[in-house]
T-cell receptor, first 108, second 117 residues
Framework: QKEVEQDPGPLSVPEGAIVSLNCTYS??????FMWYRQYSRKGPELLMY????GNKEDGRFTAQVDKSSKYISLFIRDSQPSDSATYLC????????FGTGTSLTVIP | GAVVSQHPSWVICKSGTSVKIECRSL??????MFWYRQFPKQSLMLMAT?????????EQGVEKDKFLINHASLTLSTLTVTSAHPEDSSFYIC?????????????FGDGTRLSIL
């Protein structure tokens, strides 16, 4: 079983839709959770960084962590074509583990 | 804040050439730097982890004599691909982390596209 599981998509949504991206994990020792956005031919960009369970909001983005279910989510409200990218989840205990990424396309 | 600069962004060279890629943290001190390789439509593959002033720790299957890593200061790490061959063509990305523990996020450079002819 992989440490981190992420549906690769691809996911296509119309502009303005709410997007839900998810990852599950198996290691209960993970305490720090991150979401990165990666545009084509660019490095990943840190979007959200959270510690332990709960929600964190930043503009149109909300990160949610449910440690009891070993499940994390990233919600994007009012999605824009510029949100089209690959989204990577990441988590850490004494080392980092990355998901495989979900490819998102927001259609104008 | 947390800006990481990676240079060059794209390099094309002949087989047998050695190529050096630089990774700099511009506005913070990076105790730990990571080097990744990424194939098209695939996730990040960790190659090695380096701490300032120490030898890099390479992942299983990564040839340390092929991929030389130097982390000489808290703001600079270099990856040298020695005697590069076409199979080394890939997208190489560095990341930097403040502190030596995993409670700090990694900040990534914009990657280097390496094409070996």
């Amino acid at each position: 079983q992989k440490e981190v599981e992420q549906d690769p998509g691809p996911l296509s949504v119309p502009e303005g839709a709410i997007v839900s991206l998810n990852c599950t994990y198996s290691n209960s020792a993970f305490q720090y959770f991150m979401w990165y956005r990666q545009y084509s031919r660019k490095g990943p960009e840190l979007l959200m960084y959270t510690y332990s369970s709960g929600n964190k909001e930043d503009g149109r983005f909300t990160a949610q962590v449910d440690k009891s279910s070993k499940y994390i989510s990233l919600f994007i409200r009012d999605s824009q074509p510029s949100d089209s990218a690959t989204y990577l989840c990441a988590m850490s205990a004494n080392q980092f583990y990355f998901g495989t990424g979900t490819s998102l396309t927001v259609i104008p | 804040g947390a800006v990481v600069s990676q240079h060059p962004s794209w390099v094309i060279c002949k087989s047998g050439t050695s190529v050096k890629i630089e990774c700099r943290s511009l506005d913070f001190q990076a105790t730990t730097m990571f080097w990744y390789r990424q194939f098209p439509k695939q996730s990040l593959m960790l190659m090695a982890t380096s701490n300032e002033g120490s030898k890099a720790t390479y992942e299983q299957g990564v040839e340390k004599d092929k991929f030389l890593i130097n982390h000489a200061s808290l703001t600079l790490s270099t990856l040298t691909v020695t005697s590069a061959h076409p199979e080394d063509s890939s997208f190489y990305i560095c990341s930097c982390q403040q502190g030596a523990v995993s409670n700090q996020p990694q900040h990534f450079g914009d990657g280097t596209r390496l094409s070996i002819l």
